[in-house]
């Protein structure tokens, strides 16, 4: 059974850092693409950043300098460092994962808040 578990987030003032955490697991094979997405109130959900299995990283444009993705293959875990935070990234953030086999899956979220 395929379960995808965020974690790592919270209320942070502006100007911090937080890292996310994602873990996948029930996959056969190790998904081709994992990554995180956010949707702030009122807005769509917007790609803040994916990572293949080999490494080749994928970030929003407004995002990039203060981001960086990672991931451990061999546990299937994608992690989100974050850092110059401001208000603006105010969201629920939801792991992605797309599998071996092209099917996406994503996870419940976390809310993370920046507010002084």
């Known amino acids: 059974q395929v379960q995808i578990v965020e974690s790592g987030g919270g209320l942070v003032q502006p100007g911090g850092s937080l890292r996310l955490s994602c873990v996948a697991s029930?996959?056969?094979?190790?998904?081709?693409?994992m990554g995180w997405y956010r949707q702030a109130p009122g807005k769509q959900r917007e790609l803040v950043a994916t990572i293949s299995s080999s490494g080749s990283t994928n970030y929003a444009d407004s995002l990039k300098g203060r981001l960086t993705i990672s991931r451990d293959n061999a546990k299937n875990t994608v992690y989100l460092q974050m850092n110059s935070l401001e208000p603006e990234d105010t969201a629920v953030y939801y792991c992605y994962v797309n599998s071996y086999y092209d099917r996406e899956y994503w996870g419940q979220g976390t809310q993370v808040t920046v507010s002084s």
């Open positions: 029930g996959f056969i094979f190790s998904p081709v693409t």
